[in-house]
């Protein structure tokens, strides 16, 4: 089995924190870019996060801009999404997914997607 895992989702009120982890299961991570997207129900999915594969460049949506990180460990083959100061328009299915690089950040180019984890921004 080829995929990621996502995992670290949760009910948070507006403004606070929540840490997500991607963590690969049947490759390793090691030389593929990393995308992190969300998903409303109804709707396309969106790529919000990029990273590349030795993690010098990152590339963030408009959107989570000065409130999210990208970063990743090699070594322990697992992806990271920080977001901070999370609104309830952040509500979604989060997840992560190998493309071939990240100048360009479409959600058609990516593989390896696993099941995602909910994130749900509410009072």
């Known amino acids: 089995q080829v995929q990621f895992v996502e995992s670290g989702g949760g009910l948070v009120q507006p403004g606070g924190s929540l840490r997500l982890s991607c963590a690969a299961r049947?490759?390793?991570?090691?030389?593929?870019?990393v995308g992190w997207f969300r998903q409303v129900p109804g709707e396309r999915r969106v790529g919000i996060a990029c990273?590349?594969?030795?993690?010098?460049?990152?590339n963030y949506a408009d959107s989570v801009k000065g409130r999210f990180t990208i970063s990743r460990d090699n070594v322990g083959n697992t992806a990271y999404l920080q977001m901070n100061n999370l609104k309830p328009e952040d509500t979604a299915v989060y997840y992560c997914?190998?493309?071939?690089?990240?100048?360009?950040?479409?959600?058609?180019?990516?593989?390896?997607w696993g099941q995602g984890t909910q994130v749900t921004v509410s009072s």
């Open positions: 049947g490759f390793g991570l090691t030389g593929w870019p």
């Open positions: 990273i590349s594969n030795r993690g010098s460049t990152t």
């Open positions: 997914a190998t493309g071939p690089g990240c100048s360009q950040f479409y959600a058609v180019n990516f593989r390896n």
